[in-house]
Nanobody, 115 residues
Framework: QVHVVESGGGLVQPGGSLRLSCVAS????????TAWYRQAPGKQRELVVSSADDTGTVYSDSVRGRFAASRHNADYTWYLQMDSLKPEDTAVYYCNINTLRGAWWGQGTEVTVSS
């Protein structure tokens, strides 16, 4: 059974940084795409960044140049480095793992950017 767990969220002041982590276990099929989404209060879930072999890493306009997605090569761990955070980055951030047999989500980690 696949489990996806995000961590690293918290309260940070505007201009600050956070690094989110996503750890997946139980994956036996080839991963076709990984992505980070976020959902702000009262808004729809939106794509932040996606990574795939054929498309590379694609960032949303709102985070390009401030956020950086990466993967730990040794295991199923992904990171989202978030710098120069703004109040509008406040949201619950979700990790999404897509394989040839399905897609899995974590429970989310909450990020609050406020002074």
């Amino acid at each position: 059974q696949v489990h996806v767990v995000e961590s690293g969220g918290g309260l940070v002041q505007p201009g600050g940084s956070l690094r989110l982590s996503c750890v997946a276990s139980g994956i036996v099929f080839k991963i076709t795409q990984t992505a980070w989404y976020r959902q702000a209060p009262g808004k729809q879930r939106e794509l932040v960044v996606s990574s795939a072999d054929d498309t590379g890493t694609v960032y949303s306009d709102s985070v390009r140049g401030r956020f950086a997605a990466s993967r730990h090569n040794a295991d199923y761990t992904w990171y989202l480095q978030m710098d120069s955070l703004k109040p509008e980055d406040t949201a619950v951030y979700y990790c999404n793992i897509n394989t040839l047999r399905g897609a899995w989500w974590g429970q989310g980690t909450e990020v609050t950017v406020s002074s």
